[in-house]
């Protein structure tokens, strides 16, 4: 059954260059597997939340719908439950931040692919990332003239001009404390670190002499 789903995942992200690429599942699938090791949870389940968590994520993908009926006929055919499908469904599709306008998901397997998404968008591979992010969307690495945003609505934070050196402000630098298991926060603690001092430098380098 994994092997089917990674297959899947792995021909949709295939070309991705928005920072999604497969490598970015994989990484949230180590690091989520690696959290489930110290709770008591469903540890297929989080495997699958992990490699499904951005396939129907409407910033990478031209058809929700479509995409939506591919992840359901995926896994009827594996023989899942409706109601099973139905609860997946409603968790990848709100597991993303969403400019801080997720859902708070109670279930906790999405709660640590959760954390572990977010592990992913900090630290070094998430500087890396947010760059990608911001060249394949035709935005800024940097502008004065555009304000950081202290609060945003979901369609502000997709559609609005914003920077790449913005969004630590507006939402990496926030994450650690939206974290939920203690292995996710020790991890991210290193991480922060390093982001918070890569823009201090860039904003030293920006402003010098
Ligand atoms: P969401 O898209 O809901 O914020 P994701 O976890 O899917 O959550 O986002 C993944 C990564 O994509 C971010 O951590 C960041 O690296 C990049 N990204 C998303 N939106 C932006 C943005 N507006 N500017 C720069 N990078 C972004
Ligand atoms: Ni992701």
């Not at 006929?73 to 990848?92: A, P, T, V």
């Not at 979901?154 to 913005?166: G, P």
Request: contains cysteine; aromatic residues 8%; charged residues 30%.
């Amino acid at each position: 059954m994994i092997e089917t789903v990674e297959a899947f995942v792995r021909s949709k992200f295939q070309d991705d260059t928005t920072g999604h690429d497969w490598h970015h599942i994989f990484r949230v699938r180590k690091l989520a597997l690696h959290i489930a090791k110290q709770e008591d949870v469903d540890s297929l389940k989080v495997e699958l939340i992990a490699l499904l968590h951005d396939v129907i994520d409407d910033k990478l993908i031209l058809d929700k719908d479509e995409a939506h009926q591919e992840v359901v006929s995926l896994l009827r055919n594996l023989g899942m439950q409706e109601k099973y499908i139905e609860d997946m469904i409603h968790i990848i599709e709100n597991i993303g931040y969403k400019g801080g306008n997720g859902l708070d998901l109670q279930c906790m397997e999405s709660r640590i692919v959760q954390d572990a998404d977010r592990l992913d968008a900090i630290g070094a591979v998430g500087i890396a990332r947010t760059f990608m992010y911001s060249g394949a969307k035709s935005q800024a690495m940097y502008d004065p003239d555009i304000p950081v945003r202290d609060s945003m609505s979901y369609e502000q934070y997709r559609k609005e001009k914003s920077t790449a050196i913005n969004h630590f402000h507006e939402k990496l630098f926030l994450l650690k404390e939206t974290l939920h298991t203690k292995a996710a926060k020790e991890i991210a603690e290193e991480r922060h670190k390093y982001m918070e001092n890569f823009v201090e430098q860039f904003m030293k380098e920006w402003n010098e002499i």
